[in-house]
């Protein structure tokens, strides 16, 4: 008979709550919710050994254990950081986190273009959000800062180094879930960049997926590369058959344009089912869809400050029992978001 695993308990920022032994701090954060969740450019919950590598999740433990109450001398990486039973810890409370995370914010945008007009990420990007939350008003660097060209680095994937945070998650991703990885990081410290290895192109079928990780616009989609802001298009939820992932996406449209095909993603901006590159970049044609309806994207988005919702495709839903139960809506709920007008 197995024996029931004992809960442990955490408090972060005065809120409490219980975890599984081996669980992380910034996890036990993600479990409460709101502003005790730390910032995380390189960790990915569905990555192995991703994080460890930005210190933006930096947080101070102001009590070990209950076993043993002393405080961590230092800041603590919260994705690396596992939870000890009466553990206290301070993230936005603490005025150390909140300096050493500027101070990291700063680090972050020392190479960093002023590129925000024109890069596709702007408006989903998590370092803009880093800059916004923790960032300081004025940049002290006056050096001239490292500069790279755009490379095309497969069929359907631009690099612009640039933009790169060196966070490794297009590493891990390619080495985890495709069949074999074609690039890496070469040399160290600030010489450190993004590469293919030589003559290779990275075109094997899951690799568009290390765009949707890519915490920066660092890596963007060929294919659907200045084709619009990201505030000018309505995600949808839709499926397909599909023979080499679960055909579940969100489709970026404008009118009943497909603009972008990414993977869905969840509050915490990870990736939920990770799709294949024929769905991701040849599958631009409505015709080819089921659309489910709007998704709704709660952060990481200035979309989420329209009321993208749109009432012809909630009325195509009323209309079509079907979408309807996908959507797990029901009539009255969508009623109710069509009071808003549509953008
Ligand atoms: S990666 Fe983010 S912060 Fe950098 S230029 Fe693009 S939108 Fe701006
Ligand atoms: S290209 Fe993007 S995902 Fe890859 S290391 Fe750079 S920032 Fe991270
Ligand atoms: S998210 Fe923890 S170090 Fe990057």
Sequence with gaps: MSEEIKKIKITIDGKTTEV?????????????????????????????????????????????????????????ASCR???????????????????????????????????CPVCDQA????????????????????????????????????????????????????????????????????RAEISTYLNKALDSDFVGNIIDVCPVGALTDRTARFLSRVWFTKPMNAHCACEKCSGRAVLWMKGDEIVRV?????????VEDWICDTCRFEKKEAEKWTI??????????????????????????????DAKEISGRDEEDIKAKNTFPNV
């Design 81 to 115: 950081t596992y939870v000890m039973d009466g553990m206290e810890v301070k993230n936005l409370s603490s005025e150390r986190t909140r300096e050493a995370r500027k101070a990291v914010t700063e680090f972050l945008l020392i190479n960093h273009p002023l590129d």
């Design 123 to 190: 408006g989903e990007c998590s370092l803009q959000d880093l800059g916004y939350d923790h960032g300081a008003e004025q940049t002290r660097t006056e050096f001239e800062r490292r500069t790279f060209d755009a490379d095309d680095i497969g069929p359907n994937i631009k690099l612009n180094m640039n933009r790169c945070i060196l966070c490794a998650r297009c590493v891990l991703t390619a080495s985890q879930i495709t069949e074999s990885r074609e690039h890496g990081i070469l040399f160290r410290g600030d």
């Design 292 to 321: 489910e309806g709007p998704r709704h994207v709660d952060r990481h988005s200035v979309i989420s400050l329209n009321h993208y919702e749109n009432p012809e495709y909630e009325h195509r839903l009323l209309d079509n029992p």
């Design 20 to 76: 599984l032994p081996g669980t992380s701090i910034l996890e036990a954060a993600r479990q409460i919710g709101g502003r005790e969740v730390p910032p995380a450019m390189c960790y990915y919950s569905k990555l192995e050994s991703s994080g460890g590598r930005c210190r933006t999740c930096l947080v101070e433990v102001s009590k070990g254990s209950e076993a043993d109450p002393r405080p961590m001398p230092k800041l603590v």
């Design 262 to 270: 990414t993977a869905r993603k969840n509050q915490w901006n990870e």
